[in-house]
């Protein structure tokens, strides 16, 4: 391909929207346009990169046997509200009408069309395994969306559905799309962490995220210091030390006037306690239904495990209107004394402590507060967010490290959520003869997702160093001067590599400055320079984006060396931690 006829564009200044390596230099290098906030086109470079990374994902899932379909964006609401997801979903979800008035939905997942079609089809325990995929638009309306592709509002997703006969048959094939997945993410140069999650609005009984670690991402996971525990922080769990323990023969409760003392720091000050010594109740409404979380002060509660334990879809903060209409105090909450009030209580909060709380009057605290004693919690669970540096929950000695990530794809034992009869109802004949639930996995990947995450990894001060599997070309010819004989070369090298290799031709008559320079800002894995003066020596310059490395080589060695460059960027995928069957 021609650089003039080829619709590259690049910017010298960096746009004002942008923050992040990938929307800055995604924009700067012509692979992306925005349209609206959460809304890109791909320009034909961006186009080339996610037809390059769906190449790597085909490959990959027909490896393990999976058969691609394509399902449609747009869904009748009928099936959604069978799964009640049409419901349970908030703003995120598009829902309209057509000239009929029949409601639809914009698909943002594919559960409902998948199962009914499975539904229709799989009659027998012989028709499992299977698992079909997709790559198709998703849509779904972020209330934030940001950094470029990282969080939009339309994009590419590879979302495969697996049906199988039984929950050992669904644990037997999880490890082929999970190790499937490890060697997607390493062909496209991404090196990804494994990690327990949670199922969230997906369902299941398991889940697993392949984290990008990266100052950028909107996630957050915990790892070990010694050992392989890794997982999500609204699923990750760490010991949690114990406060000093009470007195043999603990004093009564005591009610103190606090005026003017409302935040923990000033609590802090006119107690003389540290904070794991204080209760901390924050009302919550679940589902539409009142609930208190009691958690000790030195923790955070976790919104996530709190809404997993209560088995509710929606789970806000409360209103202040609503805690007055129950008679409650905004600000002085605490479970003493309620008793008509559903409390969850997390495992931080024991018998053996004692704590100060909120008085259930405006200005007024409890002292000496004792779990069991004065107040009890009709529930205990664990609900605070883990720390950095708590204990790790899997090993003796490890320490727990909080570290930011970029979600590159998720794999989810869904289970019978969506084949139950509450649901989409798929039963299979067994080999008795007899019905039989069938069980379902899903896995998703964001093509747009993985494009960005690899330019948040592989970038420099000069531009993008795009992995060669994902790269939009694999090499630039660069002829430079003004002399005819370079760009008569180049035109040479351009039919000649061109056999073997996807080729761009910088043919423009700019200088050698603007041409080295682009070279280096759209990340094309290598660069030829050919020049009158290197020709003279019979010499072509060979630079190796990802490493810096510049070679001189005579022409007729060219070949040679570019297999040689190739095979040393080629990732390794033996050594990654694969999950055994």
């Given at each position: 391909m021609r650089y003039t006829r080829f619709f590259i564009h690049t910017l010298f200044e960096v746009p004002k929207e942008a923050e992040t390596p990938s929307h800055v230099l995604l924009l700067r290098g012509s692979y992306i346009h925005p349209v609206a906030a959460g809304i890109y086109s791909l320009l034909p470079l961006g186009h080339r990169v996610a037809e390059r990374i769906k190449t790597v994902l085909r490959e990959e899932l027909n490896a393990i046997g999976g058969l691609e379909i394509t399902m449609p964006v747009l869904n009748p609401s009928e099936l959604w509200k069978k799964t009640r997801r049409y419901y349970d979903i908030g703003h995120e979800l598009f829902r309209l009408k057509d000239r009929k008035d029949r409601e639809f939905v914009l698909a943002m997942t594919h559960e409902e069309v998948v199962t009914d079609m499975a539904r229709q089809f799989l009659k027998s325990y012989r028709d499992l395994p299977v698992m079909l995929y997709q790559i198709q638009t998703k849509i779904r309306d972020e209330a934030r969306p940001r950094a470029g592709l990282l969080r939009v509002r339309e994009f590419f997703m590879k979302d495969g559905y697996s049906f199988h006969p039984g929950f050992d048959d669904l644990d037997a094939y999880y490890p082929k799309i999970y190790n499937a997945y490890l060697r997607i993410f390493a062909r496209c140069g991404l090196f990804a962490v494994p990690i327990e999650a949670d199922s969230g609005i997906m369902g299941g009984s398991g889940s697993h995220e392949f984290m990008?670690?990266?100052?950028?991402?909107?996630?957050?996971?915990?790892?070990?210091?010694?050992?392989d525990y890794r997982a999500n922080t609204e699923k990750a769990t760490g010991k949690k030390p114990c406060s000093e323990e009470k007195e043999p023969l603990p004093p009564p409760m005591e009610k103190?006037?606090?005026?003017?003392?409302?935040?923990?720091?000033?609590?802090?000050?006119?107690?003389?306690?540290?904070?794991?010594?204080?209760?901390?109740?924050?009302?919550?409404?679940a589902d539409g239904q009142l609930v208190l979380a009691v958690i000790r002060g030195d923790f955070t509660i976790s919104e996530t495990k709190l809404t997993n334990h209560l088995k509710v879809i929606n789970l806000q903060v409360a209103p202040e209107e609503k805690l007055t209409e129950k008679g409650l105090v905004p600000g002085f909450l605490s479970p003493v004394g309620l008793g008509n009030v559903r409390i969850v209580m997390d495992d931080s909060v024991t018998e053996r402590v004692l704590f100060i709380s909120g008085g259930n009057e405006a200005d007024t605290h409890f002292r000496n507060v004792l779990s069991g004693r004065d107040f009890f919690g009709t529930e205990t669970a664990d609900i605070a967010e883990v720390r950095e540096g708590d204990g790790c929950s899997q090993c003796s000695s490890g320490r727990l490290k909080i570290r930011r990530g970029?979600?590159?794809?998720?794999?989810?034992?869904?289970?019978?959520?969506?084949?139950?009869?509450?649901?989409?109802?798929?039963?299979?004949?067994?080999?008795?003869?007899?019905?039989?639930?069938?069980?379902?996995?899903?896995?998703?990947?964001?093509?747009?997702?993985?494009?960005?995450?690899?330019?948040?990894?592989?970038?420099?001060?000069?531009?993008?160093?795009?992995?060669?599997?994902?790269?939009?070309?694999?090499?630039?010819?660069?002829?430079?001067?003004?002399?005819?004989?370079?760009?008569?070369?180049?035109?040479?090298?351009?039919?000649?590599?061109?056999?073997?290799?996807?080729?761009?031709?910088?043919?423009?008559?700019?200088?050698?400055?603007?041409?080295?320079?682009?070279?280096?800002?759209?990340?094309?894995?290598?660069?030829?320079?050919?020049?009158?003066?290197?020709?003279?020596?019979?010499?072509?310059?060979v630079k190796v984006r990802q490493t810096g490395e510049v070679f001189f080589c005579l022409t007729q060695d060219l070949e040679p060396l570019l297999e040689k460059i190739y095979e040393d960027l080629q990732p390794r995928l033996e050594g990654l931690p694969y999950l055994s069957p």
């Open positions: 990008l670690d990266s100052p950028h991402g909107e996630d957050r996971f915990v790892v070990c210091t010694h050992c103190v006037s606090t005026p003017r003392v409302k935040t923990i720091a000033e609590l802090v000050q006119f107690f003389g306690a540290g904070e794991e010594h204080f209760l901390k109740t924050v009302a919550y409404e970029i979600e590159l794809g998720h794999t989810f034992k869904l289970g019978t959520k969506y084949t139950a009869p509450d649901s989409m109802d798929v039963n299979i004949l067994d080999a008795q003869g007899g019905q039989k639930r069938v069980v379902m996995g899903c896995y998703g990947i964001g093509v747009e997702r993985l494009m960005a995450s690899a330019v948040e990894q592989w970038h420099d001060d000069n531009g993008i160093i795009f992995p060669v599997a994902m790269a939009p070309f694999d090499l630039i010819l660069s002829p430079i001067g003004k002399k005819r004989e370079a760009f008569e070369k180049a035109e040479e090298l351009y039919h000649t590599l061109g056999e073997k290799y996807e080729v761009l031709l910088d043919d423009r008559q700019d200088s050698p400055g603007v041409k080295l320079k682009d070279a280096d800002l759209i990340g094309i894995p290598v660069r030829i320079v050919v020049s009158e003066k290197l020709l003279k020596k019979n010499e072509l310059e």
